[in-house]
């Protein structure tokens, strides 16, 4: 069974960071992008970062969040990070990480995510 475990999670006041950790149980061979997503309740589940997780960096960035946040991959630990830095109010929702078995740019809507860990929450203060 393939489990995503998300972490890094809490309270921060604007301007502070925080770092998600995502640790995958297992990685299948099918798998090629991983993503971080957040919601709030009431709204759509929003892409903010993905990963090609065999491509040699090759990443995605909503606008909301380019230029503050960093996602990135340990392969050794089946981790796959975001780093949150300058983080504003606006960015207060439950965050989720998910597997995608496509490349990057067919990865683009949370139904192509197969697999979702449970999320953790994200809370800025003002």
């Known amino acids: 069974q393939v489990e995503l475990l998300e972490s890094g999670g809490g309270s921060v006041q604007a301007g502070g960071s925080l770092k998600l950790s995502c640790a995958v149980s297992k990685y299948p061979s099918t798998w090629k992008t991983m993503a971080w997503f957040r919601q709030v309740p009431g709204k759509e589940r929003e892409r903010i970062a993905s990963?090609?997780?065999?491509?040699?960096?090759?990443?995605y960035y909503a606008d909301s969040v380019k230029g503050r946040f960093t996602i990135s991959q340990d392969n050794a630990k089946n981790t796959v990070f975001l780093q949150m830095n300058s983080l504003k109010p606006d960015d207060t929702a439950m965050y989720f990480c998910?597997?995608?078995?496509?490349?990057?740019?067919?990865?683009?809507?949370?139904?192509?995510?197969?697999?979702w860990g449970q999320g953790t929450q994200v809370t800025v203060s003002s």
């Open positions: 998910a597997a995608c078995p496509g490349p990057l740019d067919l990865c683009q809507f949370m139904q192509q995510y197969i697999y």
């Open positions: 990963l090609f997780w065999e491509g040699g960096g090759a990443s």
